[in-house]
């Protein structure tokens, strides 16, 4: 039995091709260097980034009432830190094949290779990236692993519209990073969650000013910050709930109507403010009398 022939031009290409695109000759180079971007993981064992691991295991706290640095630190550790994409092969679609033979092209893939992404609790999008491929195979035994920078990844998670980046699914701790530090990991930018980011508190003050039956707004952390491992210690990062709470404090006397109206009001003012917007993922208000 013979072996199906290379297209004639493809045979001439590979017959006559002794370099590459810019004409610099294949022979005496040597592939496997850390000067060739394409080969930046050779010595890559799987395991995860210590950096990273470190960061993620000193969430597990007893009293997790400080979780803004142990955060910014896993964000830190991704900064630097190889993870893992998780591709899996999809039948193509029947109307692919169809496409490539009125193109006068012969389709002979059934099948191609798609990056994988979650539906999080909330409807949105999320790209789950792994720290290992021990994690990773443990979560997907199918799923092919492509090492990537974490910074690639969120560009990545970005191009395919998720908003969330998950590490470890299915791990006995899962770390769930949010909208604002996707974006800032994929810019490559410095994060600061939104419930101590000082700028971002005096936005909000001085967007309350403007609503008279507000006498203060302060905020803190939100109870979705905070995940657990497996085992069901509490780990201080890391959630996916709302991560911003806001503690609103009305003058006396108000109505449940003029509560209502109030914050209504202080929500439209906040929603048309770019700045609250990109470094708020969720809020929870806290109306207080």
């Given at each position: 039995?013979?072996?199906?022939?290379?297209?004639?031009?493809?045979?001439?290409?590979?017959?006559?091709?002794?370099?590459?695109?810019?004409?610099?000759?294949?022979?005496?180079?040597?592939?496997?260097?850390?000067?060739?971007?394409?080969?930046?993981?050779?010595?890559?064992?799987?395991?995860?980034?210590?950096?990273?691991?470190?960061?993620?295991?000193?969430?597990?706290?007893?009293?997790?009432?400080?979780?803004?640095?142990?955060?910014?630190?896993?964000?830190?550790?991704?900064?630097?830190?190889?993870?893992?994409?998780?591709?899996?092969?999809?039948?193509?679609?029947?109307?692919?094949?169809?496409?490539?033979?009125?193109?006068?092209?012969?389709?002979?893939?059934?099948?191609?290779?798609?990056?994988?992404?979650?539906?999080?609790?909330?409807?949105?999008?999320?790209?789950?990236?792994?720290?290992?491929?021990?994690?990773?195979?443990?979560?997907?035994?199918?799923?092919?692993?492509?090492?990537?920078?974490?910074?690639?990844?969120?560009?990545?998670?970005?191009?395919?519209?998720?908003?969330?980046?998950?590490?470890?699914?299915?791990?006995?701790?899962?770390?769930?990073?949010?909208?604002p530090a996707v974006?800032?990991?994929?810019?490559?930018?410095?994060?600061?969650?939104?419930?101590?980011?000082?700028?971002?508190?005096s936005l909000v003050?001085?967007?309350?000013?403007?609503?008279?039956?507000?006498?203060?707004?302060?905020?803190?952390?939100?109870?979705?910050?905070?995940?657990?491992?497996?085992?069901?210690?509490?780990?201080?990062?890391?959630?996916?709930?709302?991560?911003?709470?806001?503690?609103?404090?009305?003058?006396?006397?108000?109505?449940?109507?003029?509560?209502?109206?109030a914050v209504a009001?202080?929500?439209?003012?906040?929603?048309?403010?770019?700045?609250?917007?990109?470094?708020?993922?969720?809020?929870?208000?806290?109306?207080?009398?």
């Amino acid at each position: 039995m013979t072996g199906r022939q290379l297209p004639a031009h493809i045979a001439a290409a590979l017959a006559g091709n002794t370099g590459d695109s810019a004409g610099r000759p294949w022979a005496g180079r040597d592939l496997s260097g850390p000067d060739n971007p394409l080969h930046a993981f050779d010595d890559d064992d799987g395991t995860a980034d210590p950096r990273l691991a470190a960061a993620v295991a000193a969430l597990v706290v007893l009293q997790p009432d400080q979780p803004g640095p142990l955060e910014r630190k896993v964000f830190e550790s991704l900064t630097t830190a190889r993870v893992f994409i998780p591709i899996v092969a999809r039948l193509s679609e029947p109307g692919e094949a169809a496409a490539a033979s009125r193109a006068g092209m012969h389709s002979d893939k059934e099948a191609d290779m798609a990056l994988v992404t979650l539906t999080a609790p909330d409807g949105r999008k999320a790209l789950p990236v792994f720290s290992s491929t021990v994690a990773l195979e443990r979560w997907h035994a199918d799923a092919r692993p492509v090492a990537a920078y974490a910074s690639r990844a969120a560009l990545a998670a970005v191009a395919e519209g998720a908003e969330l980046m998950v590490l470890d699914p299915g791990a006995d701790l899962t770390f769930v990073l949010r909208r604002p530090a996707v974006w800032a990991l994929a810019q490559q930018i410095e994060w600061t969650p939104s419930y101590e980011d000082e700028t971002l508190s005096s936005l909000v003050g001085a967007a309350a000013l403007d609503h008279q039956d507000i006498i203060t707004v302060a905020l803190r952390p939100g109870a979705g910050v905070l995940s657990r491992s497996a085992d069901g210690s509490i780990a201080c990062g890391g959630g996916s709930g709302p991560e911003l709470r806001m503690d609103v404090r009305f003058r006396p006397g108000l109505t449940s109507e003029g509560v209502r109206d109030a914050v209504a009001s202080l929500r439209g003012t906040l929603l048309g403010l770019t700045d609250f917007v990109e470094r708020v993922d969720s809020l929870d208000i806290k109306l207080i009398s």
